[in-house]
């Protein structure tokens, strides 16, 4: 507690426990929604404003599809294969620059490309098998539920259709190189 005190950090901090220097863990309530109107530019350009607004909305699209099978492995392994992707892009990006400390992360810089790229790959096999018809009857009926044509997603999602299927596009087209 004297070297919590000390340098100004909670226990659970140090223990590990909390990546907040506070303490402090996140539950639903207390998660930032994004208002942010000067969102529409960074920098003078709209690219990255675009890409994130398309990632955003396609996300609400997954998630509340997701939510049709009412399944907690389903959903975990889902969040858990975003989550890692979001992870490594991060870690990328802040070890780019050598001078940042990497006490922000456990696994050390030379294990966890390697470490995320086994956890995504089981996360992955892990939805395959979920959603696996022959798996369970929950999974089955959601499934049989879920027929999904771009008329259907336009009509159930008016706001955010467009850009998931922009973004289809653009990942189809950075998957085959095409320009």
Request: charged fraction near 20%; include cysteine.
């Amino acid at each position: 507690m004297k070297v919590a005190s000390f340098y100004g950090v909670s226990c659970d901090f140090l223990l590990g426990v909390s990546p907040d220097r506070s303490g402090s863990t996140l539950n639903v309530e207390n998660i930032p929604e994004e208002n942010n109107k000067n969102d529409s530019k960074y920098k003078g350009s709209v690219l990255p404003a675009l890409n994130k607004r398309l990632i955003i909305n396609s996300l609400n699209i997954l998630f509340d599809l997701l939510q049709q099978f009412e399944d907690k492995q389903l959903t975990t392994e889902m969040s858990n294969y975003i989550m890692i992707t979001v992870y490594r892009l991060f870690r990328m990006l802040f070890s780019a620059n050598h001078t940042n400390s990497q006490q922000v992360f456990s696994i050390p810089e030379a294990l966890y490309m390697r470490h995320a790229d086994a956890e995504a790959a089981y996360s992955e096999s892990r939805i395959e098998l979920l959603l696996d018809d022959k798996n369970t009857d929950s999974i089955t009926e959601s499934i049989e539920k879920l027929r999904i044509s771009t008329i259907q997603l336009t009509n159930d999602y008016p706001l955010y259709a467009t850009s998931l299927l922009n973004l289809i596009q653009l990942a189809e087209k950075a998957i085959s190189h095409k320009e």
